[in-house]
């Protein structure tokens, strides 16, 4: 591999990379990228969903050639409050993103299982001792804990399920907060993936990174009982994503900052700060770049650099509402926000998961009777944060 040039290097095959990498093929089919992933699959061992109404025209089609689960509407279910929305929503397997892009992308542009040991503006160094020049390099190693982002944990473990009988499920459960909180927001997720197949998620926002896979597994089979499903185990996915409610971005990227290489995906700070989902942000990048291609590398970088500045002013909302959640509200309370929130104009509710809200949704979401007392919410927003440190898991 030694001596070897490419025009475009995007390390880490995840979702922000593979996105990239497809819109760089769909827009300039002449121009040589290498996607580079250290695993053997890309996109890891993920499900990533999203609303319809998160994406405009231009992002339904760079997702279109992937096969996606799609549903009409879906429902919520809150100890005083249940609604069913009629917003759509899609779900993307990590296997299907992985066979589409090798589908869709030359063979020999996709170096998996290839460990990237360091990079700079000019290329990329293999952990093996070769190297991979390149004029344009995009880092899209995924998130990293960073101690100048402040707040809280979204932690979750996903469980498939393939039931002995038809489960009956024709829509997403997207929040089911009816169920016990232990001391965080805790929730069930389920997708119904087909007739006898399920996707349960059980998810809490945490103070702490702590990830207990044997209580979540437990979780798991509890709600399942609960509910009549039995069957099989097809695969487990887990997660520990920050909830970013303040911090230093300039300090953050700064500290990520390798000079000339643009930073996209979750590390180059593309997240929904209350949601820690991508998606959106994922292809609106992904189209932005394939956009900007032809520019030399260091442009790109800064132009990134750039766009997530915006992003992050854009989404202060979000941390102020973080904010809210982690430090106003007790932990067995905090569901009471969703709850709330879910009484809200189901376009409100569809613009605030896009991370478009309007001022006048902002002024709907915060006016009214508070669902957390209002010196405690006070207080949180002008007490420190927590800094965001690396996730643990629990042995
Ligand atoms: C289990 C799970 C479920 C999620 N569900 C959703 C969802 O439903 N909707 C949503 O919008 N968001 C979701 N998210 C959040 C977020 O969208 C994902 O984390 C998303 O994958 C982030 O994209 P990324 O490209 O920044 O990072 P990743 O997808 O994590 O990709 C980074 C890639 O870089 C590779 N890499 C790292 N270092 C190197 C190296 N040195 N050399 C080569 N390769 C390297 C990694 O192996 C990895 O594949 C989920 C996250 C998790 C963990």
Not at 88 to 95: I, K
Request: proline residues 6%.
């Amino acid at each position: 591999m030694s001596g070897r040039r490419t025009e475009v290097a995007i390390i880490g095959g995840g979702l922000s990379g593979g996105l990239i990498a497809l819109a760089l093929r769909a827009q300039h089919p002449e121009m040589v990228v290498t996607l580079i992933e250290q695993g053997e699959k890309l996109g890891g061992n993920h499900r990533w969903s999203w609303f319809d109404s998160d994406l405009d025209g231009a992002a339904h089609i760079l997702l279109e050639p992937f096969r996606k689960t799609c549903w009409q509407g879906y429902d919520v279910h809150f100890p005083a409050h249940e609604r069913q929305l009629r917003s759509d929503y899609r779900s993307l397997s990590s296997e299907d993103f992985d066979e589409c892009l090798r589908r869709e992308l030359p063979a020999d542009s996709i170096l998996s299982g290839t460990e990237v040991a360091s990079l700079d503006a000019s290329g990329v160094d293999f952990a093996d001792g070769t190297r991979l020049s390149a004029r344009a390099v995009i880092d899209c190693r995924g998130a990293v804990p960073s101690p100048h982002l402040e707040g809280g944990w979204q932690v979750f473990m996903g469980r498939h399920m393939r039931t002995a009988t038809p489960h009956g499920m024709e829509r997403p459960v997207i929040m089911d907060a009816t169920v016990d909180q232990h001391a965080a927001y805790r929730f069930v997720y389920v997708l119904p993936l087909g007739a006898r197949d399920l996707f349960i998620e059980d998810t809490y926002y945490a103070d702490e990174p702590t990830l207990d896979r044997s209580a979540l597994s437990a979780r798991i089979d509890a709600y399942a009982r609960t509910n009549g499903w039995e069957g099989d185990i097809i695969g487990h996915e887990t997660g520990v994503l920050p909830v970013i409610t303040g911090g230093n971005f300039h300090a953050y990227q700064a500290q990520q900052r390798i000079e000339g290489v643009a930073m996209a995906g979750a590390r180059g700070g593309f997240v929904h700060p209350l949601t820690s989902y991508t998606l959106p942000f994922a292809v609106e990048t992904a189209l932005a770049i394939a956009h900007d291609a032809q520019l030399p590398g260091t442009q790109l970088a800064a132009l990134l650099e750039q766009r997530a500045r915006r992003h992050w002013s854009a989404t202060a909302f979000y941390r102020l509402l973080g904010t809210m959640l982690f430090g106003a509200a007790v932990p067995e309370e905090r569901y009471r926000v969703f709850e709330r929130f879910y009484r809200l104009p189901q376009g409100l509710i569809e613009r605030f998961y896009a991370a478009h809200s309007t001022l006048y949704d902002k002024a709907r979401v915060l006016v009214g009777k508070p669902p957390v007392p209002v010196g405690k919410a006070l207080s949180a927003l002008i007490g420190p944060g927590r800094p965001l440190a690396a996730p643990q898991e629990k042995k």
